[in-house]
């Protein structure tokens, strides 16, 4: 890996001149790079160029490994998709995106013939639960929006399966918002196996330098009136659907606003 007085990340299976240096992404790298990790970043410091520089890492470290980027949902699987073709240099066949769309056949085939697997964690989750592929190959796996990873959510599922199938496994939870109180954060450590919890935010020594200062412009924009028109038709058919909760006592009337879960609990 490049020194700090040189302009981009080159080596390491990354493509020549297309990652800027940035001193606080080398030493998170280097902090996470043999310890299972959470790494928590503001908005705009380049979680995606941590995981990119990490499984870099993993994949000259074993050459003949693969490594699996999880994301909650198929837009963010095809961004982290788009980043890895970009900055990786690697066959771009060999960087492929699991949906449930693809066939289970299809998927064995990719599985077995690519370097970087990237899928919503409900796809492997039920591909490990069938046997279609294991996780002893994998020498890295990165949880995106790793505050997730809580309760009967995937991301516990397939981490567990990991440690318990590798021999030499590697974790990476990368979050903006791991949560306010500790039992929170805990959880998610305990789940990922993260021994090694990296923060940074705009304020520390390594990262002012890149901060720039920031221009907000706040531009209020009506909505178009057919749009005001179905949220009403919305609100009143709600209105109906809560009264008939309430009248029979399924739910608490006065609460202000109300969630999916409220309803859920009614199950």
Not at 30 to 55: A, E, F
Not at 136 to 141: A, F, G, L
Not at 151 to 162: D, L, Q, R, T
Request: aromatic share 10%; with cysteine; glycine share 4%.
């Amino acid at each position: 890996m490049q020194t700090e007085s040189l302009k981009f990340f080159n080596g390491l299976n990354i493509k020549q001149d297309t990652v800027i240096y940035r001193h606080y992404q080398d030493n998170i790298v280097n902090s996470c790079k043999n310890k299972n990790s959470l790494v928590v970043l503001p908005t705009g410091l380049g979680k995606t160029i941590i995981g990119i520089l990490l499984i870099a890492h993993s994949l000259k470290k074993y050459p003949k490994s693969k490594i699996i980027v999880l994301a909650p949902t198929r837009p963010l699987v095809s961004q982290h998709k788009t980043s890895c073709e970009k900055f990786l240099n690697l066959d771009p066949e060999q960087i492929i995106s699991f949906t449930g769309r693809i066939s289970p056949e299809k998927r064995i085939y990719l599985f077995k013939s690519s370097k970087v697997i990237i899928s919503t964690p409900q796809v492997i989750q039920n591909d490990l639960l069938r046997g279609r592929y294991d996780l002893r190959q994998i020498s890295m796996i990165i949880f995106d929006e790793a505050h997730k990873t809580k309760g009967k959510y995937a991301y516990n599922f397939i981490s567990k399966e990991y440690i318990n199938t590798c021999n030499d496994p590697l974790v990476l939870g990368l979050t903006a918002s791991p949560g306010r109180d500790n039992e929170h954060i805990q959880e998610i450590c305990d789940n990922l196996h993260a021994e090694n919890i990296v923060f940074r935010s705009y304020e520390d020594d390594d990262v002012k330098q890149y901060i720039h200062d920031i221009d907000t412009f706040i531009n209020l924009v009506s909505l178009p009136i057919k749009i005001v028109e179905l949220s009403q038709v919305w609100q009143n058919l709600f209105k109906k659907f809560l009264r008939f909760f309430i009248d029979r006592k399924l739910i608490n009337p006065y609460k202000k606003y109300y969630s999916k879960l409220d309803f859920l609990r009614i199950t």
